[in-house]
């Protein structure tokens, strides 16, 4: 048997560096009958698949976001990605990031960290990272009548969904609720045409999008904002929490927290693996990929490539090129809110070691992320003081 056909989604799900390292090393691109997929693990066989949208693409009725929210600029190629993605790239440009929602952002860190409880013990998943993701997200949209517990509650419902899809499990009709709860609020926020939200621009003008494609492209950058940076959040504070040193270092200088964001985004990406499917036969890393055979390019594998980042199962802020790494995909669906997450992820930091004197990861916490498609701790629970 080939290394591909012993992968499990236990492996996957919970610990996959070993497998993965064993798959880069011995077939980098493999048959994994588990997932179903050619499973891309080398760098620059990864960085040629989200690059060459021609021949890996995402317009596929079997691309599983598509399947729980509807086409949108994340399951469309070509003209059409484009049309859908072009009414919301301005906002998210980092100038535009930084003057539009820096602020905001900060004001939210300093009230989440305040509301914390006063026994110097916290849960921070629930208590700042998703909480603040769930916010900024509500902000961006600007949807109307939408507190943040409905946010929540439909983000987990699609994310789990689309993470049943990809494992090959019926994802049961929590999903489909929650993108219909999302269409009746996006409906009545076109309708009020409120000059402050993003999803009322995207609407407006000659090229505007329909009513439909407004509602899947809010599920798209809902999730994708909130899970990923809610992730991203909890990944580095386990990462600077285990690591002395750093933590030291960025204590002493707090300059250095970006560095170590993007040192955090390499180790542990976020989201895990990103799907495609081949246009055309190709040959690929020494595979030979039918037309239609999905190609699942592992982030988490091609960030710890050894012949891109030395020691690449390090914790080391401040690599010369770890901005090659792929945690925010690359090519035309590059993450659009990605400047955005950085920013909420390096003030949250900030905010816990400014305002946390003493913060250090509790003798309870995981210490390890686990997930197939979004990775991150099951919690983190700190103490401080």
């Not at 021609?54 to 049309?83: I, K, N």
């Not at 902000?139 to 509650?153: H, I, K, M, R, Y």
């Not at 914790?315 to 945690?327: E, K, S, T, Y």
């Amino acid at each position: 048997m080939s290394p591909g056909g012993e992968v499990t989604l236990a492996d996957l799900e919970r610990d996959p560096y070993p497998v993965l390292a064993r798959l880069r090393a011995e077939e980098p691109v493999a048959w994994v009958p588990a997932l179903g997929v050619w499973l891309v693990t080398r760098h620059d066989l990864a960085f040629r698949v989200l690059r060459d949208a021609r021949t890996f693409t995402v317009d596929d009725p079997r691309f599983s976001t598509a399947r729980v929210v509807g086409p949108s600029m994340l399951s469309l190629d070509g003209p059409e990605h484009a049309r859908h993605r072009r009414p919301f790239a301005a906002a998210f440009r980092p100038a535009e990031v930084a003057q539009r929602f820096a602020g905001f952002v900060e004001a939210e860190a300093d009230r989440l960290v305040t509301g914390l409880p006063p026994a110097e013990s916290a849960e921070l998943r629930r208590g700042l990272a998703g909480p603040l993701s769930v916010a900024v997200v509500a902000e961006v949209l600007g949807l109307d009548d939408t507190d943040a517990a409905t946010v929540l509650t439909w983000y987990d419902a699609i994310v789990g969904a689309v993470a049943d899809l990809t494992a090959g499990r019926d994802p049961g009709p929590a999903g489909a609720a929650a993108a219909a709860g999302l269409r009746s609020h996006v409906e009545a926020t076109l309708a009020g045409r409120r000059s402050a939200s993003l999803l009322v621009d995207a609407a407006s003008g000659d090229g505007g999008l329909r009513t439909p494609e407004v509602v899947s492209n809010a599920a798209v950058l809902m999730f994708g904002g909130i899970e990923t940076t809610e992730g991203m959040i909890a990944n580095a504070a386990v990462h600077l929490l285990t690591a002395p040193d750093r933590l030291a270092l960025v204590r002493s200088d707090p300059g250095l927290l970006p560095a170590a964001v993007e040192e955090s985004l390499r180790l542990e990406p976020a989201a895990a693996m990103v799907d495609r499917y081949a246009t055309r036969d190709v040959d690929l890393g020494g595979a030979a990929i039918r037309r239609g055979d999905p190609v699942t390019v592992s982030i988490t594998a091609a960030n710890r490539d050894p012949a891109v980042f030395p020691e690449p199962d390090a914790f080391r802020p401040g690599r010369d090129n770890v901005r090659r790494h792929l945690a925010f995909a690359h090519g035309p669906h590059f993450c659009l809110g990605m400047d955005l997450a950085r920013l909420e992820t390096v003030v949250a930091l900030r905010t816990l070691l400014t305002r946390l004197p003493g913060l250090r990861l509790a003798s309870d916490s995981p210490r390890d992320a686990v997930g197939l498609v979004f990775r991150k701790p099951p919690a983190v629970r700190v103490r401080w003081g």
